[in-house]
């Protein structure tokens, strides 16, 4: 036996007596124990176990299951701070001088059984809503059904190794509670995952610190001035505008031939050897202040080394081929790009990033396009960052239980179109949810105003549209309390226009449009 087991053996024996003064010393008595402890805890492990073949139910769930079901984000942060505290415990107990009480750890170990089962519980009612789906909801499920028994064994363990003293139940102990706590980081990477999407740890890890964003550049010599260079820095500051799905000024800037047809300024927008007189250079020297500059005001404007690449590439002939070493380089425009090759890697880290986790939410959103009726695409018209929903057609029911269960997406949702759906007022506390929320298109559907106070929590929407429903004056005066609001829609409303045109006197940057408005 090893002086390791004999401490262990010998810490336990000692710390039967300080137990018994917590808890009745007949629970520690043989047959008592096997009905106070072992069995209800295998019992636990059964019921655990079952409920991971137990299928979501997505109708009739009443309201209790929701009420009770949404506690579970509380309550796991208790087991999961109780579980990895004995973890911690154990390994001073047997590495380091620092002993810690049987006694203590076996209260913290009852304490994490409890409140494991009961957040289990919670977790799978929340699962059974319907209001989670898709893969990172499944792997959740199991992890955190794998950690409420993990706990629940290794509780055994310990209990079943305070009676017998076998070395090799010791070591299952340990090797049960490690391995707990291993699972436990995989099921909270996962439940965060549905909360915020399955980047939100790693979308700003450092580039060093992560072999999936490690960016393999070329060598200055070997790069293509537009395809390289220009393109890097236009997809990061000027494409969100002028792309496929929002060509402003109907200039597309995502390909070269739209570069050279243009758009409908009169001045052309890319003259080979002449950047003075290429509306592209033209429009971002401007000042600040002038109405064409471009990027707009609010947007990141170009740096001054991307306007000196920009100039040297249009003077050099602009054309889509020429590398860095087939053009003419002087010493200072070398130094340029040269200086330049760090922030360039900076903008192709980030864009690799941004396709990945574009990526990973078009895989969640796949999940539930078909089953709810949906069609999910990268919203152009602000960057191709964010989700845009709408309808698919012919449209399905839709109501307020559907939407609840795009919630892994709503941290990622820049603009929605439900358009005669069933949407009521009660849903709008899930659409209160969605931070990046532009545009807002609830025409033809079921809310009457009062949830509209919880739209006052969306600092990004710009714009809404409640043509067709059944508001009136009194709920009206929520939109006033919309922050960044800018237009909204009222055609056919129960919005009298003597309140529309007292509201549009004394707030004339909000524009109140009577038309039906756009779908997208």
Known sequence: MSNNFRASSSRYSSEDKKLNRIVPEIWFQPKVRVYAFYLPLSIAVMLLLTLLFVPSNEENVSGMVYFLGRFHPLIIHF???????????????????????????????????????????????????????????????????????????????FLIFRQVRNPKLDKAYLFVLAGTNLLLLFA????????????????????????????????????????????????????????????????????YQGLVEGGKSEMPVLVPHEAENSGIYHRVTLPEDDDDHMPPEGKAPLSEEEKFILKWWISEG????????????DSVT????????????????????????????????????KELGIVVQPDQEYGGEYLAVSMAFPPTAFGDNELARLSPLFSNISKISLVGSNITDDGLYHIGKMSPLKELILQQTDIKGSGLSYLTQLNNLSVLNLSKTKIDDAEFLHIMRIPSLQTVYLNQTEVSPALLEAFQKNNPNLRIQLDRGEYF
């Open 334 to 369: 070398r130094q340029m790009i040269d200086a330049y090759t760090a922030e360039l890697t900076n903008l192709y880290f980030a864009r690799q990033n941004r396709q990945r986790k574009m990526e990973e939410l078009l895989a969640i959103a796949a999940d539930m396009e």
């Open 318 to 329: 602009a054309s889509p081929t020429l590398t860095v070493q087939e053009a003419q380089t």
């Open 188 to 255: 909270s990477h996962q439940g965060g995952s549905l909360t915020h999407g399955t980047t939100y740890l790693t979308e700003y890890m450092p580039q060093w610190f992560s072999s999936e964003g490690e960016v393999v550049m070329k060598p200055v010599e070997e790069m293509i001035i537009y395809e390289d260079i220009v393109v890097t820095f236009l997809d990061a500051k000027c494409m969100s505008c002028h792309n496929e799905n929002k060509t402003k000024g109907d200039l597309l800037m995502t390909t």
């Open 79 to 157: 087991p999961i701070v109780l579980v990895v505290l004995v973890f911690v415990f154990e390994l001073l107990s047997r590495f380091t001088p620092f002993k810690i009480s049987s006694s203590v750890t076996m209260l913290l170990l009852m304490a994490a059984v409890v409140l494991s089962v009961v957040s289990v519980i919670a977790g799978f009612l929340l699962y059974y809503t319907g209001e989670y789906t898709g893969t990172v909801m499944l792997w959740h499920k199991w992890a955190g059904i794998g950690v409420g028994v993990g706990i629940l064994v290794a509780t055994l363990l």
